[in-house]
Nanobody
Framework: MRLVESGGGLVQPGGSLRLSCTAS????????IGWFRQAPGKEREGVSC????????FYVDSVKGRFTISRDNAKNTVYLQMNSLKPEDTAVYYC??????????????????????????WGQGTQVTVSP
């Protein structure tokens, strides 16, 4: 049982990418899913999450209006559409199953601990590089 991220790459500032998070060995439809990223030398941060029903989603302030999270349960996949990319979006992007509701606190836990059991089945990550 694992998640597999794909869709990363090298893009110029202002460009777009769509990341995919696909489940292997289980179905995603019962779970809220989160996207996270980690830039070199920086702590991991939450980017966006979507509820199991897809009725609610949240974004970190730095990506609001530029990124859109969606899910296609028939394809067992959650997407992160990233538009108007900036160099500061450069990072390895990860997805994870959430064992806690999708909420702003899920993206920015008070203790900053993304290893706790709120988050599960982390994928291997996909590299996004935004550079001229």
């Amino acid at each position: 049982m694992r998640l597999v991220e794909s869709g990363g790459g090298l893009v110029q500032p202002g460009g777009s990418l769509r990341l995919s998070c696909t489940a292997s060995g289980f179905t995603l439809d019962a779970y809220a899913i989160g996207w996270f990223r980690q830039a070199p030398g920086k702590e991991r941060e939450g980017v966006s999450c979507v509820s199991a029903s897809a009725h609610s989603s949240f974004y970190v302030d730095s990506v609001k209006g530029r990124f859109t999270i969606s899910r296609d349960n028939a394809k067992n996949t959650v997407y992160l559409q990233m538009n108007s990319l900036k160099p500061e979006d450069t990072a390895v992007y990860y997805c994870a199953v959430l064992h806690t509701p999708c909420a702003p606190l899920t993206l920015a836990p008070f203790d900053g601990d993304f290893s706790k059991n709120w988050y599960d089945y982390w994928g291997q990550g996909t590299q996004v590089t935004v550079s001229p």
